[in-house]
């Protein structure tokens, strides 16, 4: 490989990629669904974000230390943590684009046999996946310093330095994540044939997460809630995150450069962390693309296991389910997407519970403890399925296989069908089970609502099943595994959404409104989401076994992902 970089050649690149991303919008390939739904929830998250920002930047920007008032220094500390905390989420970012792009892109088989730099391919790679994180700059660094400038006025200096952040950050994440790229790999290439592993570490991360979550939502409940938040920042507090923040580099650095503080100091620090992680990327080039093309080349690892010899004849139906749980169990995205994700739903609804029980009674005067437990069951009920999008869309290639055996088309499809209800009923039930030990709900209550997820889960994987089954989509990669979502699953999701808001919603409005007048209406809401719940199960039924033998047997199709 030539050690030079091409410009011409670096040019062309830049070019094909931009033309890569703009196909994504063509007619057939966009996912016009999840495209607007990810634009409605971001907005959702900038407002939401700039209120309790907003609200919490007025409460430490008036906190006193040693009885002085010193909004500076707390303008500091919050601007250190708040951008080294951008940064670290912009590192864990550009260590996975760079992987996939090197390590799971198609066009690598072709550059392996092409005279192409290893430099000039690598920055082209670089760049793009560096523009990409500008824009999550600009989502990150401008709300949190306008919302800061709208509640304590900065001079133009700060707007400028602003600007400035925006493209400086994600060169320093990009300089980061280049030396952390390899690594990464190594130890994902280690763990992927310890599927059980694999597993454990990445719930725990996830559970971990969640639980750093529940505390923020905790917070928000005491900054909407009063003022205690306030008195929670003692001096021994206020110490620790004097000396935390004095800790974090380069974010300190950037704060005093915003804030006009120590600026050669830290405008140095910066110029010297860049030199210096641009210098070692660039010298590990060659390791990096070197393992990129050997693995595209190669067709990615083969795992070699022991024979085993069957213990038992399986049933045709059981046969299939362990097809189905092996096929996610042994892909660790979808291992993520699918199993860990069902294992956090009861950890996510018990957090949101605890902090929207409370929150309702305080500022309506109304206890609506079960019909909050219906909406947040329904409604992470219907993300944890998520999985059931694409349950024949991940089969690939298999599904003819399978199709071509003397299987009935019914065990195949209630086989995938099982298998989500197995999952979802335990989340349900863990969660059913959570608020009835914590005492939010009875016990024939929580029951009532352990048998209402279980019947709209039901329906929602039904018909999530027929609607794949109608357009499915294979993926071309050796291993079938799907590396995008589509049009199926952006628009489960939304329709699981909205039925989440809508009944939750529904109950919830009627039962304030009837507490209010002083009648009874926990009735109301028993006969709703039963009546609601059976019908969905029963609609969508009808949906997925509607023609499906003929369909089955006549489908020759399955676009491409």
């Known amino acids: 490989m030539k050690d030079k970089i091409d410009v011409s050649l670096l040019k062309a690149l830049l070019r094909k990629q931009r033309q890569e991303r703009a196909s994504s919008f063509k007619k ?15 907005a959702a998250f900038l407002v939401i974000f700039a209120i309790f ?14 009885g002085v008032y010193n909004p500076t220094a707390r303008l500091y500390e919050l601007l250190s943590i708040a951008y080294t905390a951008i940064l670290i989420f912009m590192v864990i970012g550009g260590v996975s684009q760079i992987n996939r792009a090197l390590f799971a892109a198609d066009d690598m088989k072709l550059f392996s046999a092409m005279p192409v730099g290893a430099k000039t391919l690598y920055v082209s790679k670089l760049l793009t996946i560096y523009a990409g994180q500008i824009l999550f700059a600009l989502l990150t660094i ?40 390899l690594p990464y790999n190594a ?17 725990a991360i996830t559970a971990a997460l969640f639980y750093l979550y529940a505390m923020l939502l905790g917070a928000v409940k005491e900054m909407l809630l009063g003022d205690e938040l306030k008195y929670f920042f003692n001096e021994r507090v206020m110490d620790f995150l004097q000396s935390f923040a004095n800790a974090l ?11 006009k503080r120590e600026r050669l100091f830290s405008g140095l620090g910066i110029l010297i962390m860049l030199i210096v992680c641009l210098i070692l990327s660039m010298t590990m080039i060659r390791a990096i693309l070197t393992r990129a093309l050997q693995s595209r080349i190669a067709g ?36 993520f997407s699918y199993f860990s994700v069902a294992v956090i739903m009861p950890m996510m609804v018990y957090f949101c519970m605890s902090v929207g029980a409370s929150l309702v009674v305080k500022l309506i005067g109304v206890n609506c403890n079960v019909e909050l437990a219906i909406f947040l069951t329904l409604l992470f009920g219907s993300l944890t399925n ?76 039904c018909f999530a099943t027929r609607s794949d089954f109608n357009h499915a989509k294979f993926s071309t990669e050796e291993d079938g595994e799907i590396k995008e979502s589509g049009n199926t699953v952006s628009t489960i999701i939304v329709l699981g959404m909205l039925a989440s808001f809508l009944i939750g919603g529904a109950v919830l409005l009627i039962r304030m409104l009837f507490t209010l007048r002083g009648w009874n209406g926990e009735y109301i809401t028993y006969l709703i989401v039963g009546v609601v719940s059976l019908c969905a199960a029963a609609l969508a039924y009808y949906y997925l076994v509607r023609k499906l033998g003929k369909k089955y047997y006549e489908f020759s199709g399955g676009g491409l992902l």
């Open 187 to 203: 130890v994902k290439q280690f763990l992927k044939p310890r599927f059980f592993l694999n597993y454990i570490i990445v719930t």
């Open 53 to 66: 920002f907003g609200k919490f930047s007025d409460i430490y920007l008036s906190i006193k230390t040693d």
């Open 28 to 42: 057939g390939n966009f996912d016009a669904v999840g495209f607007t739904l990810r634009i409605l929830l971001t």
């Open 300 to 335: 990615g690892e083969n795992f070699i296991y022991p024979k085993r010899k069957l213990t038992q004849r399986r049933t045709t139906f059981s046969a299939l389910v362990k097809k189905e749980f092996l096929q996610i169990f042994r892909t660790p995205s979808y291992m």
């Open 142 to 181: 401008l709300p949190v310093n306008v919302t800061i400038a709208v509640h304590s006025p900065q001079p133009a200096w700060y707007y400028l330095m602003t600007a400035a952040a925006c493209v400086l950050l994600p060169l320093i994440s990009i300089a980061v994540a280049s030396l952390l790229a």
């Open 386 to 461: 998520v999985f059931c999008t694409t349950n024949i869309s991940r089969d690939g290639a298999m599904f003819y296989s399978v199709k071509a055996m003397p299987v009935s088309y019914k065990s195949v499809f209630f086989s995938k069908v099982f298998l989500c209800m197995v999952v979802t009923a335990f989340s349900q039930a863990i969660s059913a089970l959570l608020l009835f030990a914590t005492g939010y709900l009875s016990l024939w209550i929580a029951l009532f609502l352990f048998a209402a997820g279980m019947l709209c889960s039901f329906a929602q994987i």
């Open 249 to 259: 580099y380069p974010g300190k650095w950037l704060a005093n450069f915003m804030l």
